[in-house]
């Protein structure tokens, strides 16, 4: 019997690595706040502005206007697609605090923790 593959656990990540769609699959199952740090490194990755070629490297402290060429439109689509997959409301307020990879990591991080009602 052929076995079907899983189907993707959300359209918006289709073209994401498997590794990353296990990530967010584990999110969804068990709430692992550690896979919500790969899903978000990869959406940054992925919405950089002109991504073309490899990807760069990424830490916590890689910048996204430098670094990675983010301008306010890109950020802002970022953003939302963040808010899409997580099912959060980010604010400008939010957003003003981000400055790196790291930074939006915990803002995601600190946002599903409020909605959870965790601290």
Same mark, same amino acid.
């Given at each position: 019997? +052929?076995?079907?593959?899983?189907?993707?656990?959300?359209?918006?990540?289709?073209?994401?690595?498997?590794?990353?769609?296990? =990530?967010?699959? $584990? #999110?969804?199952?068990?709430?692992?706040?550690?896979? &919500?740090?790969?899903?978000?490194?990869? =959406?940054?990755?992925?919405?950089?502005?002109?991504?073309?070629?490899?990807?760069?490297? &990424? +830490?916590? @402290?890689? $910048?996204?206007?430098?670094?990675?060429? #983010?301008?306010?439109?890109?950020?802002?689509?970022?953003?939302?697609?963040?808010?899409?997959?997580?099912?959060? +409301?980010? @604010?400008?307020?939010?957003?003003?605090? &981000? @400055? +790196?990879?790291?930074?939006?990591? =915990?803002?995601?991080?600190? /946002?599903?923790?409020? /909605? @959870?009602?965790?601290?």
């Amino acid at each position: 019997m +052929t076995q079907i593959p899983n189907p993707v656990p959300c359209p918006a990540l289709a073209r994401f690595p498997a590794a990353v769609l296990e =990530a967010f699959q $584990r #999110y969804r199952a068990k709430g692992d706040v550690g896979s &919500v740090e790969e899903v978000v490194v990869a =959406a940054a990755i992925d919405h950089r502005p002109g991504a073309k070629g490899p990807p760069p490297a &990424v +830490t916590d @402290s890689t $910048r996204l206007l430098e670094d990675l060429a #983010y301008d306010s439109v890109s950020v802002a689509e970022l953003v939302f697609f963040l808010e899409d997959l997580f099912d959060l +409301t980010i @604010s400008t307020d939010d957003i003003k605090g &981000v @400055s +790196t990879v790291g930074d939006l990591r =915990a803002c995601v991080i600190r /946002k599903i923790a409020g /909605k @959870s009602g965790a601290a």
